[in-house]
């Protein structure tokens, strides 16, 4: 099983999913991964190292695929922290 994040709307298991993550046999997303409604967590830059690296309007861009509510008024300490915590599925940003 590999983790994914939801970049783009999907129906998984009957629900429609517009954030967050899922995890899945790399086989069955194959068709949601090609159409880049799904990512690889690899793939996603979330360490904080890399978040450190980035502009606030890049990380607000990375909030709002991430589900993160009221990201467009969070300075960037505040969005690296809500990225993590949607990251880890104890945030706003988990669906």
Known sequence: MTRYRIDRP????GEIKKT???EADPKAVEALVNS????????????????DKLKVD????????????????????????????????TGQGDA
Do not use: M, N, Y
């Open 58 to 89: 890049e990380l607000r861009t990375l909030a709002e695929q991430s589900g993160v509510e009221d990201f467009a008024t969070l300075k960037k300490a505040e969005l690296i922290a809500a990225l993590q915590a949607a990251e880890q599925g």
């Open 10 to 13: 999907i129906k998984w298991q």
């Open 20 to 22: 967050g993550h899922i």
């Open 36 to 51: 880049g409604a799904l990512v690889p967590d690899e793939a996603a830059p979330q360490a904080q190292a890399d978040l």
